[in-house]
């Protein structure tokens, strides 16, 4: 241990939580243990002679993220249909040890994640013309799990409003009566069923056990500035503040990994790939019959009987689909990739949530700056490692809400996560103080972008044009943010915690100066969605059906969150499982599950905002 604490020594500047993890690499060495490294992406495979090894399966299911290890758990329950799932990232985890890749197991450890090339596609956007012109970092999971063995844990439903406004959209059939019963499907949840949640799922859903008296403070704060509180934001009152849901199970990350795809792992009829690159769908004609992919160097086929699923998410769904030759014509012939099926909406109506990080400096020492200390850090992950419990248990995201912006709106559209600590670039930045802060922005901003192919080499990145900020009344709801969640900060309950404010700081008070630090310091809630969007075949701008089927196309479907037909009021990761789920049974042909006339909160009146 004296050698330990010699490596901790070199560590003195660290002051975040999640920085445990380079000191628990040094206990890693020590042991001898060997920690997956992940696939290394310098592919050398288009000058390698090719296989031309003929697998054939049911279905071929590309990305095991959020969707993917759902779609290949369901369809797998069927013994007469068989399953390959590729995915171009690591496993999550090896021989199910959580010493292993416990960077991705333990929830305190999530920024590595967010910064780790090993497990992440690491995207940056275009430069951002109304902010600053600055490139915006997107991660996005690349991994058994996805972007769920990646992001902060938070289980947020959306409103029952947004499904509903999908259906009217285009996606029938999508209406909240017909996708709660695919949320409680796929949910457990710690404290028991009930009308909205589930309770026999594979998907752990938990509270926060760490009970910070600043999560009290700020649940308080908010009632006194006139909002109300929720017992539950993902059960019939979304509306208010209160106590968030999150998918940790006894003590550990519960990704789509460990909920779906390793208890399917020992059915015969499923084959999982780790370190796998796609690089097109193969076609006859307008007829998808499988995959070509890249795997230890070799060009390899795989062949789908039935029908090819991309389950690769917001970017990687769309990009596939150009690569193959399935996007606008104009723009596939001026990169010599051969058209399949001209289909302009492919990669349009890119969608995102924006958010600021109000900070503020706390007077005691309550935060988790202590925590962040390297003998602490060493303390809570050796509590961690050997229990489970205590502060490396916890993303720490335990409390948030969601509220209205202004009278006229008839649900939420602005959401809250609260932090006892602070966050300075994706975590890349250690904080610097005690402090907490609230991460804050709108849920359904008017601003939409598109994302398209680069070249037709599908090692590189698309281009990603998010363009934010380019609607007034999206720069009014962001400069409302910062405005409520001051107002927040300011109540009573904050008193004997309250410190100056840290960003945007107290110089910051007109409208002018907010809007300046709104385009410095805004960045993505890391939620790219609705680039391959659900509707109906008249629609142009559609690209799957609300059977999720390739429009123009046969036996070829997307299913992950690039089929959302406009983005939901929430993080994305629970819809994403729940349309998983529902597409699974229509790809089974089950009829879809239904609960007619569930109650949901409406306020009292629309003329205020609370």
Known sequence: MSYLMKKVLKYRSASHLHNVGRLFSKIQMLSGSKAFSGQNMRIQAFSQASSE?????????????SAGCVLANRLTEDPHSTVKLLEAGPKDTILNSKLLLWKIHMPAALTYNLCDENYNWYYHTTPQRHMDNRIMYWPRGRVWGGSSSLNAMVYIRGHAEDYNRWSKEGA????????????????????GPDTYRGGNGPLHVSRGKTNNPLHHAFLDAAQQAGYPFTEDMNGFQQEGFGWMDMTVHKGLRWNTASAY?????????????????????LFEGTKAIGIEYIKNG?????????????????????????????????????????????????????????????????????TLYKAQKPLQMIMIGLEWFLKSTGKGASAHLETGGFIRSRPKISHPDIQFHFLPSQVIDHGRVDSQMEAYQVHIGPMRSTSMGWLKLKSADPREHP??????????????????????????????????????????????????????????????????SCTCKMGQSSDTTAVVDPQTKVIGTENLRVVDASIMPSIVSGNLNAPTIMLAEKAADI????????????????????ETQR
């Open 587 to 606: 790809i089974k042909g089950v009829p879809s599950l239904q609960e007619k006339n569930v109650p949901v909160y409406k306020p009292k009146t629309l």
């Open 172 to 191: 029938v059939g999508w209406d909240y009566e017909f996708c709660l019963p695919y949320f409680k499907k796929a949910q457990t949840h710690e404290l």
């Open 261 to 281: 795809l390793r208890p399917a792992l020992s059915r015969p009829n499923l084959s999982a790939e780790d370190s796998t690159f796609v690089t097109k769908i």
């Open 53 to 65: 090894k003929t697998d054939s399966f049911s279905y071929v299911i590309v990305g095991a993220g």
């Open 298 to 366: 070799e060009k390899k086929k795989v062949f789908a009987s039935k029908e090819v699923i991309l389950s690769g998410g917001a970017i990687n769904s769309p990009q596939l689909l150009m690569l193959s030759g399935i996007g606008n014509a104009d723009d596939l012939k001026k990169l010599g990739i051969p058209v399949v099926c001209h289909l302009p909406g492919v990669g349009q109506n890119l969608q995102d949530h924006l958010e600021v990080y109000v900070q503020q400096k706390c007077t005691q020492p309550i």
């Open 463 to 528: 281009i990603l044009e998010p363009n934010y900020l380019s609607t007034e009344i999206d720069v009014w709801e962001l400069r409302q943010c910062v405005k409520l969640a001051r107002e927040i900060f300011a109540q009573k309950a904050f008193d004997k915690f309250r410190g100056p404010e840290i960003q945007p700081g107290d110089h910051v008070q007109s409208d002018e100066e907010i809007d300046a630090f709104i385009r410095k310091k805004a960045d993505s809630a890391y939620h790219p």
